[in-house]
């Protein structure tokens, strides 16, 4: 395994959502010892009391072990610069590298630079997204900032801050109503908190699609598609007024924010195909997703059953017009052997990917004129 990809974590959340009090946290944590974190300033980051061990230029090495550097210009020269350092000895080997971005960034320009650039592809893999969102105060950053929609829309891992200061009758009715935002906006997100010191590194840090331990695929815990369609049903039942999108029944009078004009145009839904779909589909399939969805394409994740070896399935992964190269398992990781592919997209509805896909399906089965026609109207 020494030479197997280095995965690569971002930390992101929006202005006072507390990442910096987070990332101190977790950089104590032993799990974290042989990481590399890089962040915008060292002064933002407050790391004066951690305890460093040695200074060395760009790169301080702190007393818990891991390395601590600043974006240096662009991210990804930063980390070619750290890869090429680590490989001539000059600082200590690492296992895992954690990307803190600025509060107001939106996240999928560092998602596009992992997944899509040569040289990092080649030495990295993308882990996942883990955004932090503050109890008490994150109804307003959603209600006011798209950007903090988009954090939490393509986050892997939610962390709720500051719910200490949720007390009371009226707190207690703030956490159900962001918590409940939360899960619709991203449903199949492992949401954990600060409190009680709940969000640990290895917690936080374990939600790629190779799980460590067992050196394998862990494809149903990384697409959770059951958590988009308990989410489609949730949202189903809130467009027809049959309740506010909450997973609570207190019957207080609530004056939450829950129909967010932001809030509004992100959708999350799931589907799956028994029928394979061949080599050329799949890629063609994925370049009109590009071309007519790209922008609003905000996460998508899948495996897929493709008719040139059905018995050794492709895994994707796309972050709007970005994909990363697919990946062949060895086998199916279950027995489940049906193509599931999960969205998380801003103004798409279902049907126009699901259509799209099952198109290129038919082309096996129900010829091509079949196939040609449909994709034509789904995407005129």
Known sequence: MA????????????????????????????FLSDAAVIINEFGDVGIDHLLVERADENVIEMASGCLCCTIRGDLIDTIHDLLARRGRGEIKSFNRI??????????????????????????CRLEGVITVVDAFNGMAALDAHPEAVKQVAVADRIVLTKVDLL???????????????????NPAARLLTTHRNEATAERLFTMGLFDPKIKTADVQTWLAAEAYETGEKRGRRSRRGHDHGHDHEHGHDHHHHDTSRHDAHIR????????????QGLELFMELLKSYHGANMLR???IV?????????VVLHGVQHVFHPPVRLPAW????????????????????IE???????????????????KTLSLNR
Do not use: C, W, Y
């Not at 030479?3 to 990442?19: C, D, Q």
């Not at 509060?103 to 040289?119: I, N, R, T």
């Not at 099952?358 to 026609?373: C, L, N, P, S, V």
């Open 3 to 30: 030479n197997a990809p280095i995965p690569v974590a971002i930390l992101t959340g929006f202005l006072g959502a507390g990442k910096t009090t987070l990332l101190n946290f977790l950089l104590k944590d032993p």
């Open 98 to 123: 954690v990307i803190e971005t600025t509060g107001l960034a939106d996240p999928a320009p560092v998602l596009h630079a992992v997944m899509s650039e040569p040289g990092l592809l080649a030495a």
């Open 300 to 302: 998508m994740k899948g």
């Open 355 to 373: 259509g799209l896909f099952r198109a290129f399906t038919d082309q096996i089965t129900g010829g091509a004129e079949a196939f040609t026609d």
């Open 268 to 279: 999350s839904f799931s589907f799956s195909e028994t029928n394979a779909i061949s080599p």
């Open 333 to 352: 990781p279950d027995k489940d052997e049906r193509t599931r592919l999960v969205f998380i997209v801003k103004d798409i509805e279902k049907p126009m």
């Open 305 to 313: 059953k493709v008719s040139d070896d059905p018995t050794r399935p």
């Open 167 to 185: 007390v009371g009758r009226e707190g207690e009715d703030m956490l159900f109503a962001i918590i409940a935002r939360l899960r619709k906006l």
